[in-house]
């Protein structure tokens, strides 16, 4: 089992609906977990933290943590074009971050 | 503040070959990070340091792979002897002692091992 699975998509929505991207992580005393958006070609970056069960907004996006279900979400409304990219779900283990293998989105005009 | 840098941004060099990669993280960031990313996965860890100290190395990484990190400023990775299997992309991320743990990732180095 790996430690971050994510759905390798591709997840396509269209234009103004809501991307829902899942990630489940297997160690159960995670405490700290981030959202990435990495453009083909370009480096991972952060658009979100979460460190408490529940939800945490950030403009268009919200990120959904559910410790006892070892599961969390980003969702990010009224989608645009340039939201296509790959969502990496990374969850802190020590001092480093462990990814899952990423979503790619799809967000057709 | 320019974020995080990482030179070069692109390295070409024959099997065998010894490489260096240089990362600069954000100013006053006291944790610095390598990943190793390849096609279609996620970022693999390789090293991080605190300040100078190195706290921790990858079980995965073979000892032809160094990074140092003098004075707790910029840092060098090494790869002697590449092999094809070394061609990857190499992210450098750094992050703030506030204790978030949030990384801030650089451009990369992308390396073709020929």
């Known amino acids: 089992q790996k430690e971050v699975e994510q759905n390798s998509g591709p997840l396509s929505v269209p234009e103004g609906a809501i991307a829902s991207l899942n990630c489940t992580y297997s160690?159960?005393?995670?405490?700290?977990f981030f959202w990435y958006r990495q453009y083909s070609g370009k480096s991972p970056e952060l658009i979100m933290s979460?460190?408490?069960?529940g939800d945490k907004e950030d403009g268009r996006f919200t990120a959904q943590l559910n410790k006892a279900s070892q599961y969390v979400s980003l969702l990010i409304r009224d989608s645009q074009p340039s939201d296509s990219a790959t969502y990496l779900c990374?969850?802190?283990?020590?001092?480093?971050?462990?990814f899952g293998q990423g979503t790619e989105l799809s967000v057709k005009p | 503040d320019t974020g995080v840098s990482q030179d070069p941004r692109h390295k070409i060099t024959k099997r065998g070959q010894n490489v260096t990669f240089r990362c600069d993280p954000i100013s006053e960031h006291n944790r610095l990070y390598w990943y190793r990313q390849t096609l279609g996965q996620g970022p693999e860890f390789l090293t991080y340091f605190q300040n100078e100290a190195q706290l921790e190395k990858s079980r995965l990484l073979s000892d032809r792979f160094s990074a140092e990190r003098p004075k707790g400023s910029f840092s060098t990775l090494e790869i002697q002897r590449t092999e094809q299997g070394d061609s990857a992309m190499y992210l450098c991320?750094?992050?703030?002692?506030?204790?978030?743990?949030?990384?801030?990732f650089g451009p990369g180095t992308r390396l073709t091992v020929t």
């Open positions: 160690d159960r005393g995670s405490q700290s």
């Open positions: 991320a750094s992050s703030p002692r506030d204790g978030s743990y949030e990384q801030y």
């Open positions: 979460i460190y408490s069960n």
């Open positions: 990374a969850v802190r283990k020590g001092g480093k971050l462990i």
